[in-house]
């Protein structure tokens, strides 16, 4: 089945600075690849995702980028905020619907 | 968006007890799953469902049971609770089409089992 690999697993960031949380995944038949936010208490909420047939994508201050020949992408949350801080998932999907996790970043925006 | 909730919230049980955790959606989605999240927060599919009568096992084996009788509604069971069986439980949904993919998460259940 499919492997998603995340890193780092806890980052620590300067309000306004950027973060970048890197994934790889192991099937290169995988061809959704969601971002989600997960809030203490709250179950994870989709963020942003891309599909195999886009490099990048962009929603405000959240990007996410592709690249399949090497089989990784990216989140980047530039200008970040207080309320940024939270556990963000990667997961990759084949055509099944399923969707395989990563293990998760903790991202702590300092004040 | 999609509306998805889970009942209980918090459960504290003692060991041999049959539980069920409740899960409920309002936008007609076709596809409901159980994800298991451990401590270490890394989430594990445990059961799926693509419609009414239609339930699989997911990619870590569960001792738990799901059923699908009507298509809002995807209760987990838990035939005898034990120890190794406390975990948070996370119950999502996804509709058809071009948004198959997009699953939509309730607040969870976290389970102790004592």
């Known amino acids: 089945g499919e492997n998603v690999e995340q890193h780092p697993s806890t980052l620590s960031v300067q309000e306004g600075d950027s973060a970048v949380i890197k994934c790889t995944y192991s099937?290169?038949?995988?061809?959704?690849f969601p971002w989600y936010k997960q809030e203490l208490g709250k179950g994870p909420q989709l963020i942003i995702d891309?599909?195999?047939?886009?490099g990048e994508k962009k929603d405000q201050r959240i990007a996410v980028t592709l690249n399949k020949t090497a089989k990784h992408f990216s989140l980047h949350i530039t200008e970040t905020q207080p309320e940024d801080s939270a556990v963000y998932f990667c997961?990759?999907?084949?055509?099944?619907?399923?969707?395989?996790f990563g293990a998760g970043t903790t991202v702590t925006v300092r004040a | 968006e999609a509306d998805i909730y889970q009942t209980p919230r918090y459960l504290v049980i003692g060991t041999g007890k049959k539980i069920t955790l409740e899960c409920s959606q309002t936008?007609?989605?076709?596809?409901m799953y159980w994800y298991q999240q451990d401590p270490g927060m890394e989430l594990h599919l445990i059961h799926y469902?693509?419609?009414?009568?239609?339930?699989e096992k997911g990619d870590l084996s569960s001792e738990s049971t799901v059923s699908r009788i009507r298509t809002e509604h995807f209760p987990l069971t838990l035939e005898s609770a034990r120890p190794s069986h406390t975990s948070q439980y996370l119950c999502?949904?996804?509709?058809?089409?071009?948004?198959?993919?997009?699953?939509?998460f309730g607040p969870g259940t976290r389970l102790t089992v004592t």
């Open positions: 999502a949904s996804s509709e058809t089409g071009n948004r198959a993919y997009e699953q939509y």
């Open positions: 099937d290169s038949a995988s061809n959704y």
């Open positions: 891309i599909r195999s047939n886009v």
């Open positions: 997961a990759a999907s084949v055509h099944d619907y399923k969707l395989s």
């Open positions: 936008m007609g989605h076709d596809k």
């Open positions: 469902s693509y419609g009414v009568n239609s339930t």
